[in-house]
């Protein structure tokens, strides 16, 4: 009798930005890791451009096999430029900043 199993959940190379992945099957890779503030820097989440496709926001869980370099994908979501930088403080420094998008120019005035 074969008794069905789950899938294994994907998993992540964290152990340097670059990496070729897949994540639910499609192929990407890793554009950035993110570390939690602990001393030893566990990798936390992953940021995944899809090669056909939008950026991901990926969250790790446990590491898989015996050393830390892979880690398990907990859950993942597409983000937008709106998304992507508020998860990188982006939107807070623009903030400080003083940052200003352009105004749009009516049809017909001069630039």
Same mark, same amino acid.
């Given at each position: 009798?074969?008794?069905?199993?789950?899938?294994?959940? /994907?998993? *992540?190379? !964290?152990? !340097?930005?670059?990496?070729?992945?897949? +994540?639910?099957?499609?192929?990407?890779?890793?554009?950035? &890791? &993110? @570390?939690?503030?602990?001393?030893?820097?566990?990798?936390?989440?992953?940021?995944?451009?899809? /090669? *056909?496709?939008?950026?991901?926001?990926?969250?790790?869980? @446990?590491?898989?096999?015996? @050393?830390?370099?892979?880690?398990?994908?907990? !859950?993942?979501?597409? +983000? /937008?430029? /709106?998304?992507?930088? @508020?998860?990188?403080?982006?939107?807070?420094?623009?903030?400080?900043?003083?940052?200003?998008?352009? !105004?749009?120019?009516?049809?017909?005035?001069?630039?």
């Amino acid at each position: 009798m074969t008794v069905p199993t789950a899938p294994a959940p /994907d998993r *992540l190379y !964290v152990e !340097v930005a670059g990496t070729n992945c897949y +994540i639910a099957g499609t192929p990407g890779v890793v554009a950035e &890791v &993110v @570390r939690d503030l602990d001393p030893r820097r566990v990798p936390c989440a992953a940021f995944v451009q899809l /090669d *056909l496709g939008p950026m991901l926001y990926v969250t790790l869980g @446990r590491a898989v096999g015996d @050393r830390e370099q892979w880690r398990e994908v907990v !859950v993942f979501r597409q +983000i /937008d430029r /709106d998304e992507f930088d @508020r998860l990188t403080e982006l939107a807070q420094l623009r903030h400080e900043m003083g940052w200003r998008d352009p !105004v749009a120019t009516p049809p017909g005035a001069p630039q």
